[in-house]
Each structure stands twice: as structure tokens, then as C-alpha cells.
């Protein structure tokens, strides 16, 4: 074993320990062209406008596609994901998106890797879903699981509900190039379930009809009217079909508390904007404006 690999051994330990239970690395000179094509396929998904109004995803574009532009000194990544429960939060009324459910995971994971990586004798840059990086596509090449025909990415353990993080390094640790096997074979239950044909192919997500874009990224009205299946705010349909996600290996998740997911009609549809600015602070709900919390309110009601 040489001295990186050793590293690379102690730095997959700690951060285990750490709350991390899925670790890997990969070396970028090693994926270099297979992240290229990674690269191409989503500049060819934003030329299709499918990224709807997520005007940051085409300012990053050059960022996700040249890793190197984030992080200058890059020599490989450390990727996570922690998983998060797999419990429904809601009944078929009114329901989140199950991420929503405990504190913003952002801050959190940031904090958690920043306590492991603090003090390292190499440089790094920790990105957890705010940078331009491609998480998926780096949690796939380093082996944590495939990306699925939902486009999400898929541990055969764990299933997809995962919370990813990447840490570009200066230091090469490595490892073996193992990616994971895609299993979803002929399944294609994650296109059938979806109520607005978001999946346009396998593999092949249009955000722009997306439950989870339409009542977490689009702003103001929308051109027409959508199921939106109860979800208030996000939309685990694809996930919830998924047969990985049927029995995933069970985890020791901090299941947070539903206190500031309402979920009463009336005292929602009653709700002022200052009171919920202070329902949702601090919390990952924070994404979504007031007024546009009151458009998924009323489609989810279906009430005009």
C-alpha cells in the first residue's frame, strides 16, 4: 500500500465515523475522458433548455465542464453520501419532499466534512450542492452507485435518498477505478410514475415539467396547470417506485422534526408571509419564496 492509499484509508475512516457512510475517490487524470463525456451530455441538456429558468446552471456551465475552474489545484475528489430517511413526510394531501424533512443538509454536511478535512496537510475545497460541480457524476465515478434512469444517482444498498458532497484535493490518492454496475436493467417504473412526463427517456429528465422544479425553482405562475400530486414543495414519485428504495439497508438517520412543515390547510392557507419566513428560517424550505409556497399550496388543494 502506498503512502496516498494509507491517506486515502484513514481520511474514508474518519469521515465514516464521521456520519459518512458511503466514501469514495477518484484521481481526475484517471476519469478525465469519461467525465468529458459526463460534460457533453449536460451541455447538450442545457442547449435543450431543459433547465428551465435555473439561470445558474447555464452561468456555471464551463465550471461543471472544467472541474479546474473551481478548484485550479485539483488532483482528485473525495465524494460522500449520507443517506436520509426514508420515511413519507405527509399523507397523499399535502406532502414534502422527505430532503425537506430536519435542518438545511447544506450547512450541515459542510460542517460535518469541514471537521474532518480541518488540519490536513493538503489543499481542499468542500462542495456540497452550491458550487458548480457535478455531484452525480462524480459520486458515480468514484463508485458510490449509478445514475439511474431518474437521473438521480442509485447505491444498491442505500437506494437514492442520499445527501452528496464532493472535496476537490491537490493530492492524488490512488484509488482503483471501480465504477458500480448500472442495475435498473429494463425497469422503467420511474417514467411511468411520473404525473407530468418530467422523464422524457431514460436517463433523460425536461426540469421544466418536473414537480420538484415547478414548486422549488420556478417563480411566479406557471404556463399551466399541473398535478402536482400533493407535494407542496418537492416531489419523491421517482424515488418512491424505485425498487432500491423498497428496502434500503437501514441507517441510523437524524430524521429532524416536522415542526415547521405545516401541514394543516387552513392555518397554511391563513399563513402570513412574516409568519412563514419564520416557520422556514434556517431550514433547506427556505428556497421556496412565500408567494410561490401559496401557488403550490392552492395546486395542491386544487383550489383556484
Given at each position: ?6 491517506k ?22 484517471s476519469?478525465?475522458?469519461l ?8 451541455r ?20 461543471r ?9 485539483l488532483?482528485?475528489?473525495v ?20 430532503y ?6 447544506h ?23 452550491t ?21 438521480l444517482l ?7 435518498y ?10 492524488k490518492?490512488?484509488?482503483k ?11 422503467e ?14 436517463h433523460?429528465?425536461?426540469a ?6 415547478l ?32 428496502k ?14 405545516m ?28 408567494a410561490?409556497?401559496?401557488?403550490n399550496?392552492k ?6
Open positions: 500500500m502506498t503512502n496516498a492509499q494509507k486515502f484509508d484513514d481520511l474514508k475512516l474518519r469521515l465514516t465515523e464521521n456520519n459518512f457512510p458511503l466514501v469514495g475517490a477518484v484521481d481526475y487524470e476519469i478525465a475522458p467525465y468529458s463525456e459526463h460534460g457533453e451530455r449536460y447538450s441538456w442545457i442547449d435543450r433548455s431543459f433547465h428551465g429558468d435555473m439561470a445558474y446552471l447555464q452561468r456555471g456551465l464551463e465550471r465542464l472544467d472541474p479546474k475552474l473551481v478548484f485550479p489545484e488532483q482528485s475528489a465524494v460522500v453520501a449520507r443517506p436520509y430517511a426514508v420515511q413519507q413526510v405527509g399523507d397523499t394531501s399535502l406532502r414534502y419532499a422527505r425537506l424533512n430536519g435542518e438545511d443538509y450547512e450541515r454536511m459542510k460542517s460535518d466534512l469541514e471537521d474532518v478535512f480541518r488540519g490536513s496537510d493538503f489543499k481542499y475545497k468542500i462542495c456540497v450542492d458550487s458548480a460541480v457535478l455531484e452525480r457524476t462524480w459520486a458515480a465515478l468514484a463508485g458510490l452507485g449509478w445514475i439511474g434512469k431518474n437521473t442509485i447505491n444498491p444498498q442505500y437506494g437514492s442520499l445527501f452528496l458532497g464532493v472535496v476537490f484535493t491537490d493530492q490518492f490512488e484509488q477505478f471501480e465504477p458500480k454496475k448500472d442495475f435498473c436493467g429494463n425497469c417504473r420511474c417514467l411511468k410514475v411520473c404525473p407530468t412526463q418530467a422523464i422524457v427517456a431514460p433523460d429528465l425536461d421544466r415539467k418536473c414537480i420538484s422544479y414548486t422549488l425553482e420556478k417563480r411566479g405562475s406557471w404556463d399551466q396547470e399541473y398535478d402536482t400530486k400533493g407535494f407542496l414543495a418537492g416531489c419523491d414519485l421517482c424515488q418512491e417506485i424505485c425498487p432500491y428504495n423498497t434500503p439497508v437501514r441507517y441510523n438517520t437524524e430524521t429532524g422534526t416536522t415542526s415547521y412543515l401541514f394543516d390547510e387552513e392555518k397554511l392557507l391563513a399563513e402570513t408571509e412574516t409568519e412563514y419566513r419564520q416557520r422556514v428560517k434556517g431550514t433547506a424550505l427556505t428556497r421556496v419564496k412565500f410561490d409556497f401559496k401557488r399550496l395546486a395542491a388543494l386544487k383550489r383556484p
